[in-house]
């Protein structure tokens, strides 16, 4: 196991035990918003500083990417290693008892995610992605689903839950997916979502409006598991856009031009180069 991969699992593991003590008792911590349907909780801070503690414990220099704290760069800034954190993807699940988040912390040598961790408390479930390396759950090796057909398959979403977001459009969208697939599911935690299409119990995956530590460990699960992940054009830009397609090579053909005329490429006017 890589190096660097071994001390994102240990910081992940670390966090998840904050989260697990957390949730025996969840009239024990402070919920607060950072905007509407936006929350945090005293749980996400703690799960986050113990994982940059690890972290820069072991890599000072690497710079990271956390939800909570934002950009805090590294010892020497514009460093070109970069750990993507989400501390407690699923927040508001976790809040109500609802038993769906994770830990998910990726890391990227010049923009390019190279290691991937989600970890599921609820499951005891540890995914794991090196590049070149494959995807693993629980050490043992994972593929993307068989599904070969949009119409026959089981799709992840996430609904619009800021105020900024443009709900008709998705709206939209989830009418005419719901059309396309045989089923539709929004269980609330995009890196948990995406782990679970690496591990072929969702065949594919859109959102809009996510944010990189939403998508940055799971795009490399999923990768390494034999899928495709991209825009909604079909290109590479989903961390930048924050807009994600994702799902086994036949679903994932069959989605993006499902999206594409709503990608923030294309309203914006500046259509990126697809894969």
Same mark, same amino acid.
Request: aromatic letters at 8%.
């Given at each position: ?10 910081? &992940?593991?670390?966090? =998840? ?15 607060? $918003? ?54 407690? +993807? ?17 890391? &990227?040598?010049? @923009?390019?995610?190279?290691? &991937? ?27 993307? @689903? ?18 900024? +977001? ?16 045989? @089923? ?14 690496? =591990? ?27 899928g495709h992940v ?11 856009? @924050? ?5 086994n090579p036949e ?6 031009? $499902?999206? $594409? ?15």
């Amino acid at each position: 196991m890589h190096p660097m991969l071994n001390v994102a699992i240990h910081a &992940a593991i670390g966090a =998840a035990q904050i989260i697990h003590r957390a949730s025996a008792d969840r009239s024990g911590f402070t919920v607060s $918003k950072k905007r509407h349907n936006d929350f945090v909780t005293a749980v996400d801070r703690a799960s986050e500083a113990t994982i940059i503690d690890t972290l820069r414990s072991a890599y000072p220099d690497h710079a990271i990417l956390a939800e909570e704290s934002g950009r805090s760069e590294g010892a020497h800034g514009n460093a070109d290693f970069q750990w993507i954190i989400d501390p407690l +993807d699923g927040t508001t699940n976790f809040i109500h008892g609802f038993p769906y988040y994770c830990v998910s912390i990726a890391l &990227a040598y010049r @923009g390019e995610v190279t290691h &991937a961790v989600v970890y599921d408390p609820n499951r005891n479930e540890l995914f794991t992605a090196t590049r070149g390396g494959g995807a693993f759950l629980n050490e043992q090796p994972i593929r993307v @689903g068989a599904t070969a057909r949009l119409a026959d398959g089981l799709i992840g979403t996430g609904f619009p839950f800021r105020d900024t +977001d443009d709900v008709a459009t998705y709206t939209r969208l989830f009418v005419e997916m719901s059309g396309a697939c045989a @089923g539709l599911r929004r269980p609330g935690a995009c890196a948990l979502d995406l782990a679970n299409v690496a =591990a072929g119990r969702l065949d594919g995956f859109f959102e809009q409006g996510v944010n990189a530590w939403d998508m940055a460990a799971g795009s490399l699960l999923i990768t390494e598991a034999g899928g495709h992940v991209g825009d909604y054009t079909g290109g590479d830009a989903f961390l930048r856009l @924050g807009e994600i397609v994702a799902g086994n090579p036949e679903v994932y053909a069959e989605m993006v031009p $499902k999206l $594409k005329g709503d990608s923030r490429a294309i309203r914006s006017g500046t259509l990126l180069v697809a894969r």
